[in-house]
Every structure is written in C-alpha cells, then in structure tokens.
C-alpha cells in the first residue's frame, strides 16, 4: 500500500565510506547516480545510540539526550543501558507524524534500537522479536551475529510496507559484519551484497518512494588499548571510566570504543586530570565537561567529568576486564565520524546534507511540515 508520498530511511550501522569504495554495489551506485550521494559526518561520540537519535530527531545530543549508548546516573551512581525511548528528550519524526494523522514503520536489526526509537511509531518490528507473520512470509529471522540477518531486516520492513499505508519508514541494521571484517575482505563483500540486494528489491517494489540512506558511524581498526583510570591512579587521583560504547551486544566490539567518559571522586582535580590525560600516548582529546557540552554539543547531565576521545588506533578500557581481541575494529572516536548520505527520488533541492541528522532535518522541514 505504500507508494509515492512514503519516505524511507536506512541507517546502515558501521557504513564506513571504505566499504562503498571496496565492494560492488550497484543498486547503491545507481541511486546516487539518479539521486545524490556524499560524504558527510556523524555526531560524536561516533556510537549508535547517539546517531540513530540525532537523525531520529533532527537534532544534536544537547536537545535530544541522548549523549551515549551506557552512562553513570550521577544521583544514584547507577550505569544504565541507554535503550529506552523514555530517555530521549525531544520530539521523534514518529511523533511529528501522529500529529499530521500519518503512520509510520520502524524495523531493526537489534532489539535494542527498537525500544530506543519507538516512540511515537504505528508499528515496530525487530529481527530478535520477529512477528509470527512476518517470520511466515520471510522466513525465520538469522542471528543477530551473522552476515544475513541485515537482509531479513531490510526485506521484512519491504514485506511490512506493504501491509499497511507508512508514511515515515525508518530501517536500522546491525554492524556485527563492519566490527568483523574490513572493507577489503570477502566476507564483507558478500555482506554488502545482501544489503544491496535488499535495497534494490525495496525499490523494485516501491519505486515511487523517497530514500535516503546514511549510516551512524564508520569504523577503524583498533590495536592499542589504554586504561584511563589506571593512569590517573598513577597520580593519585581517582577515576572511575566508564564505556559509553557499552551495550549488550559485546561479540561487535568487547565495549571497547574510542571515547571514554570520566568521573572523579574530586572534581577539583579535574585540571590536574585533564593534563595527564592528554599526555598519555593514545589520547588525542580531553574535554572538560562543559567544554564536550558546548563543542560536542552533548547534554551536560548526561556525561563524565571529563571526555576523552583516542586516536584512530587506540580504545579504552580495563585489562582487568577484557583483552583487546586481535584484528578487532571499532569505533566512537572522531576518526569514524565520516558517513556516506544518499538521497533519492526526492526534492532535496537547496537542502544542504553534512550530517546524518540532516536527514531527519529535511524530514521535518521538508516532508512533515
């Protein structure tokens, strides 16, 4: 039931611009020739959570909260999930259909994207909670650690489309495959492959709906790991570190990312931390809190003392808990913030795209108004 005034949205997780440049993809290199394709950039910290939001929303972390995908709650110092649409603060292209009498699809890979972004939207579906009608007419979703199970996302949402009259379709995959392998190997190949196919047969079956795919970060290979609270300690100054890359999903990355948020027992240390910090090998950044707030643009209640972000090869974490797995791939610093952005089949004149949010930008201003 589908049809010209749908817009669909996909955010490929872990779409580094690499895996375009490496891999055959003629579906996605036939919709940038009819439509657009550039390279734009993610919010940081370069994580799901966050991304999926901003472009869910329109809007950077200060006004939608979402500023992690794992954080310390300050007044209780409990560290929680970031995957409840609770905890988001401003207005999903979800909400702002209801309100102009128009429903709206949302259909991920991880289950945890589904109760993240679901406020708001007529039907949610996800590839670990998949429907009994669903799983008749597409088959039985693949785990969520494999190269398949972004196709069955892509081809489920297409099945669902037309079950009903969407107006606002928005698609999530899972970056298992990016964390897993790179641009270059066959694995990847053929995962890119599914997801071309898909992306093509979505087309086949609606060809008069607007597209726009993008991606909530890239991806690095990662070979350094460093331990922030252990460097403090060497000082004397205690810090408890905490993953915001953290989520349920530990096969991908072993929450190890490049950006770690910190908290101090003392924050009148917080000088003195900040300068050791940014003199240990593998740092690249240490902001202040209200330094990450005004330049990350990140909801102040919701972050560390201090924000660190790494350099392209190094992740932080605790030895004492996990060790760097060899060949892992990761990401949440500022070197995965490049992203591809397609649009197509749309009015996307005089509309500027350079960051994945702009999607959700042209959602509203554009379609929703």
Same mark, same amino acid.
């Given at each position: 039931?589908?049809?010209?005034?749908? %817009?669909?949205?996909?955010? /490929?997780?872990?779409?580094?611009? &690499?895996?375009?440049? @490496?891999?055959?993809?003629?579906?996605?290199?036939? /919709?940038?020739?009819?439509? +657009?394709?550039?390279?734009?950039?993610?919010?940081?910290?370069?994580?799901?959570? #966050?991304?999926?939001?901003?472009?869910?929303?329109?809007?950077?972390?200060?006004?939608?909260?979402?500023?992690?995908?794992?954080? $310390?709650?300050?007044?209780?110092?409990?560290?929680?999930?970031?995957?409840?649409?609770?905890?988001?603060?401003?207005? %999903?292209? +979800?909400?702002?259909?209801?309100?102009?009498?128009?429903?709206?699809?949302?259909?991920?890979?991880?289950? *945890?994207?589904?109760?993240?972004?679901?406020?708001? @939207?007529? #039907?949610?579906?996800?590839?670990?909670?998949?429907? =009994?009608?669903?799983?008749? #007419?597409?088959?039985?979703?693949?785990?969520?650690?494999?190269?398949?199970?972004?196709?069955?996302?892509?081809? @489920?949402?297409?099945?669902?489309?037309? !079950?009903?009259?969407?107006? /606002?379709?928005?698609?999530?995959?899972?970056?298992?495959?990016?964390?897993?392998?790179?641009?270059?190997?066959?694995?990847? !190949?053929?995962?890119?492959?599914?997801?071309? =196919?898909? /992306?093509?047969?979505?087309? %086949?079956?609606?060809?008069? #709906?607007?597209?726009?795919?993008?991606? =909530?970060?890239?991806?690095?290979? *990662?070979?350094?790991?460093?331990?922030?609270?252990?460097?403090?300690? *060497?000082?004397?100054?205690?810090? $408890?570190?905490?993953?915001?890359?953290? =989520?349920?999903?530990?096969?991908?990355?072993?929450?190890?990312?490049?950006?770690? +948020?910190?908290?101090?027992?003392?924050?009148?240390?917080?000088?003195?931390?900040?300068?050791?910090?940014?003199?240990?090998?593998?740092?690249?950044?240490?902001?202040?809190?209200?330094?990450?707030?005004?330049?990350?643009?990140?909801?102040?209640?919701?972050?560390?003392?201090?924000?660190?972000?790494?350099?392209? !090869?190094?992740?932080?974490?605790?030895?004492? &808990?996990?060790?760097?797995?060899?060949?892992?791939?990761?990401?949440?610093?500022?070197?995965?913030?490049?992203?591809?952005? +397609?649009?197509?089949?749309?009015?996307?004149?005089?509309? !500027?795209?350079?960051?994945?949010?702009?999607?959700?930008?042209?959602?509203? &201003?554009?379609?929703?108004?």
């Amino acid at each position: 039931m589908t049809g010209k005034a749908t %817009t669909v949205v996909i955010c /490929i997780d872990g779409f580094d611009p &690499e895996y375009l440049e @490496a891999c055959s993809v003629p579906n996605l290199r036939e /919709i940038a020739r009819k439509g +657009f394709l550039t390279v734009g950039k993610s919010m940081m910290p370069s994580v799901t959570n #966050v991304n999926n939001v901003s472009i869910l929303t329109a809007n950077y972390p200060e006004t939608h909260g979402i500023s992690s995908n794992y954080r $310390l709650v300050r007044e209780t110092g409990e560290e929680i999930y970031m995957e409840s649409s609770e905890y988001i603060l401003a207005e %999903t292209m +979800f909400e702002k259909a209801n309100t102009k009498g128009i429903d709206s699809l949302l259909v991920t890979s991880k289950d *945890k994207l589904r109760t993240l972004l679901s406020r708001g @939207a007529t #039907v949610t579906v996800s590839s670990e909670r998949a429907p =009994d009608d669903v799983v008749r #007419v597409i088959g039985e979703p693949p785990p969520i650690y494999s190269l398949e199970v972004n196709g069955w996302m892509i081809r @489920a949402g297409t099945y669902l489309m037309g !079950q009903m009259d969407a107006g /606002i379709v928005y698609l999530t995959t899972t970056d298992y495959a990016m964390h897993t392998y790179a641009p270059d190997m066959p694995e990847s !190949q053929q995962h890119m492959k599914i997801l071309d =196919d898909a /992306i093509g047969d979505l087309l %086949t079956a609606f060809p008069d #709906v607007t597209l726009m795919i993008s991606a =909530d970060h890239g991806m690095s290979s *990662k070979s350094k790991m460093v331990d922030l609270s252990a460097e403090l300690a *060497k000082y004397k100054i205690e810090g $408890l570190s905490v993953p915001i890359i953290k =989520d349920k999903y530990v096969v991908h990355h072993s929450n190890l990312g490049g950006c770690m +948020f910190v908290y101090l027992s003392d924050v009148t240390k917080s000088d003195e931390a900040k300068k050791i910090l940014e003199a240990t090998p593998g740092v690249e950044t240490v902001y202040m809190r209200d330094e990450a707030s005004r330049d990350l643009r990140l909801y102040y209640d919701r972050i560390g003392d201090l924000v660190v972000t790494g350099d392209r !090869q190094t992740v932080f974490g605790d030895p004492n &808990e996990v060790e760097l797995p060899s060949g892992l791939r990761s990401h949440a610093s500022a070197h995965e913030q490049d992203i591809p952005i +397609f649009g197509y089949n749309g009015d996307f004149s005089n509309f !500027q795209f350079s960051e994945n949010r702009d999607i959700g930008r042209f959602i509203f &201003e554009r379609i929703l108004a």
